[in-house]
């Protein structure tokens, strides 16, 4: 594979990892360029297996063996590698890369939403988050706990930022996703793969989790809404079902991610 020592920061093949720190601008130019970031070994790993293709790697050269290792014997051999002092990538990157190696990757072609959901049985459905860390932690409870697949409005935040790669500790490169308009336009994909929505909301007349997932349908979409507001009234009433998690102790309700995770554990399919 090429390895290419950094001798300048002006070098126009490093553009990918440039200001890796600046929200606003990688969540508007990473798509317009057809790439993401993983974040690590491990998520470089989980990407290679899902059969995403590198555009480049950039490693110090402590980390530079282990990310051999990693490319060789695998269609990404040929990726070019640059190799830099920790000071310089930090530089370059904006902060200090402690996690042996960034790559910069080509996103993949997201499925059409009616064939992602073919097979699925248990669904969940994001619309509006706009924390990378609840999204990627959403996706890490997916794959950990068996939802089959994931599908995430255009009002949402990217699954593929650095950050929620991350914190879904790569998982987010596994389980089956894609992208749908809006709540509403998901509405009627769901109810003809037969799913019944459900919406996660403080209302009094919501059925416990408990009791839904005694008699849970075969097919089920667990719709959530953003961190502050939530769903609107309009997604609640569309809904097939309104259900809430019992709290206790004065608390009404929990951080979307783990509400996500809770759900899921209870609508699990049980062998």
Known sequence: MPIIEIDSLDDPRLEDYVALT???????????????????????????????????????????????????GTGAADAPVFVGEEEILEQLTGFHLHRGALASMQRPVLP???????????????DGLVDHTNVGAVFRSVAGIGADAVLVTHACADPLYRRSVRVSMGTVLQVPWTRIA??????????????????????????????????????????????????????????????????????????????????MWALRERP
């Open 22 to 72: 600046d929200v606003a601008l990688r969540r508007r130019t990473e798509p317009e360029r057809g790439l993401y970031i993983a974040e690590s070994q491990t998520v470089l790993e989980r990407a290679l297996h899902a059969g995403h293709e590198p555009r480049s790697v950039l490693v110090a050269p402590r980390w530079l063996p282990q990310v051999e290792a990693v490319l060789a």
């Open 182 to 263: 809006s709540l509403p336009a998901a509405e009627p994909v769901l109810e003809r793969a037969g799913f019944e929505t459900v919406e996660l909301a403080l209302r009094d007349d919501a059925v416990d989790l408990d009791a839904y997932a005694r008699a849970a349908p075969d097919r089920v979409a667990l719709v959530f809404g953003s961190e502050g507001p939530g769903l609107s009234a309009r997604a609640i009433a569309a809904a097939d079902r309104v259900v809430r998690i019992p709290m206790h102790h004065g608390v009404d309700s929990l951080n979307v991610a783990a509400s996500a995770a809770v759900a």
């Open 112 to 126: 059409d939403a009616s064939a992602l959901l073919e097979r699925a049985r248990r669904v969940v459905v994001l």
